[in-house]
Every structure is written in C-alpha cells, then in structure tokens.
Nanobody, 127 residues
Framework: QVQLVESGGGLVQAGGSLRLSCAAS????????MGWFRQAPGKEREFVAA????????DYADSVKGRFTISRNNAENTVYLQMNSLKDEDTAVYYC????????????????????WGQGTQVTVSS
C-alpha cells in the first residue's frame, strides 16, 4: 500500500508559478513510477506529466511542455511538479499517482496504469 498526499496548490495569477509536492509513504517509493494528472470542472481527468522510477525518463502533455517540470527525490519519497507561466486553462484539481513497473515515462501517460492516487490539490489561475 502507498499513501500519497499532495500539497502546494492555491490561487495564483496568470503568468505566475506554483510548485506541487506529493509525499509518499508506505511501500518503497523508488519502486514506483509517478505521474501527475488534473481534472477541471466538467472535464475528464487528463495526463499532465510522468516520471520513471529512476527519474531519468519524463514525459509531458503537449499543453504543458516547456512550462511544467516533473522531478522526484527518492531519498525524500517526494515527487514535484514545478508549474511556470500558468494559464487560466491550468485551473484544475491536480492528482499525483503511483504506478508499478519499470518502463519509460511514456508508458505512464494512461491513468489506468496507476495503482495508487492522492486526494488532489486545487490549483486556480486567475487572469
């Protein structure tokens, strides 16, 4: 069992930055690939970013490439999502998730491949 707790969400003006954190507890964190997803009101959950177990492989949704960066600190059991140049359309509840397997990050763009999910943190971007 892995427990995931997101933090760092909030209200930010368009063009601003936020860093989301996801702290993991339970089974060995380094054994899981990690991902960030988001869900805006009235929309389906969508992939944002993923990182492999080692951290050497990352992947991003086209909508966030060049603005968001996913990273992980296996010693601290934490995965991060640095979000820069935020736009109105980034407003959503952001979820982190953990997946088994040792594949490249591209494999983890599909939410069904994740086994554990956090409760989410709200990000609101105002213009």
């Amino acid at each position: 069992q892995v427990q995931l707790v997101e933090s760092g969400g909030g209200l930010v003006q368009a063009g601003g930055s936020l860093r989301l954190s996801c702290a993991a507890s339970g089974r060995t964190f380094r054994g899981y690939a990690m991902g960030w997803f988001r869900q805006a009101p009235g929309k389906e959950r969508e992939f944002v970013a993923a990182i492999s177990r080692s951290g050497r492989s990352t992947d991003y949704a086209d909508s966030v490439k060049g603005r968001f960066t996913i990273s992980r600190n296996n010693a601290e059991n934490t995965v991060y999502l640095q979000m820069n140049s935020l736009k109105d359309e980034d407003t959503a509840v952001y979820y982190c998730a953990a997946a088994e397997g040792d594949y490249s990050a591209r494999y983890y763009i599909i939410d069904l491949r994740y086994k554990y999910w956090g409760q989410g943190t709200q990000v609101t971007v105002s213009s």
